[in-house]
């Protein structure tokens, strides 16, 4: 997992209460993501961040809002959980240093965060 | 819109075969495709990439191919092990864009 540790691992929640996920990552990555990944889904992008302070949203943003006040710490915050957002959270990142971005840099990822909502 | 499309959601076979994967892009050329591995519980791992120029990479007993006629990538799997079961999904790659990924592929292999 390069470095990138997610928390809490396992999460239940009640439906409406705020839930905040963690992920920090040692290698000084510049970009990170949260994904979340659902049975017939597979992973879908919620926000990304592409330097301190920088995000942007990402194809199921709704529900979610995220803040990066340090390179090393990605937070994703739910606001007011509802049982539509129980699912299987990940965290990646990439160091951002390639030329031709992703296209030849690999995603590191966390091990997930399982959120169940109530 | 764009799409990156694995169209088989399992796939079985028999130890000592090869496994063969697809992923389907529409509506883009996607430049780079990037593969990945992912065991239960875990998150996934990077595998290969390759460029919408090359035809072929090798990592040991793993290939992928690019048809770019057929708006397709094939992954290999040689000599398959029991140990390669898990799900495997293709991404596509563009500049800084976000990686979209397929659905994934869970693949089992059977000693």
């Known amino acids: 997992d390069a470095g990138i540790t997610q928390s809490p691992r396992h999460k239940v929640t009640e439906t409406g209460t705020p839930v905040t996920l963690r992920c920090h990552q040692t290698?000084?990555?510049?970009?990170m993501y949260w994904y979340r990944q659902d049975p017939g889904h597979g992973l879908r992008l919620i926000h990304y961040?592409?330097?301190?302070?920088?995000?942007d949203k990402g194809e199921v943003s709704d529900g979610y809002s995220v803040s990066r006040s340090k390179t090393e710490d990605f937070l994703l915050t739910l606001e007011s959980a509802t049982s539509s957002q129980t699912s299987v959270y990940f965290c990646?990142?990439?160091?951002?240093?390639?030329?031709?971005?992703?296209?030849?840099?690999?995603?590191?990822f966390g091990s997930g965060t399982q959120l169940s909502v109530l | 819109s764009q799409k990156i499309e694995q169209n088989s959601e399992a796939l079985n076979i028999q130890e000592g075969k090869t496994a063969t994967l697809t992923c389907n892009y529409t509506?883009?050329?996607?430049?780079?495709l990037q593969w990945y591995r992912q065991d239960p519980g875990r998150g996934p791992v990077f595998l290969l990439l390759?460029?919408?120029?090359?035809k072929e990479k090798r990592k040991e007993r793993l290939k992928v191919t690019f048809d770019t006629t057929l708006k397709q990538s094939l992954f290999h799997i040689t000599a398959s092990q029991p140990a390669d079961s898990a799900t495997y999904l293709c991404?596509?790659?563009?500049?800084?864009?976000?990686?979209?990924f397929g659905k994934g592929t869970r693949l089992s292999v059977i000693a």
């Open positions: 990646a990142a990439r160091p951002g240093t390639g030329v031709l971005g992703v296209t030849n840099e690999k995603l590191f």
């Open positions: 290698e000084n990555h510049r970009y």
């Open positions: 961040s592409y330097g301190v302070k920088d995000t």
């Open positions: 509506n883009y050329s996607p430049a780079y």
């Open positions: 390759i460029r919408e120029n090359e």
């Open positions: 991404a596509r790659a563009s500049g800084n864009t976000p990686l979209v």
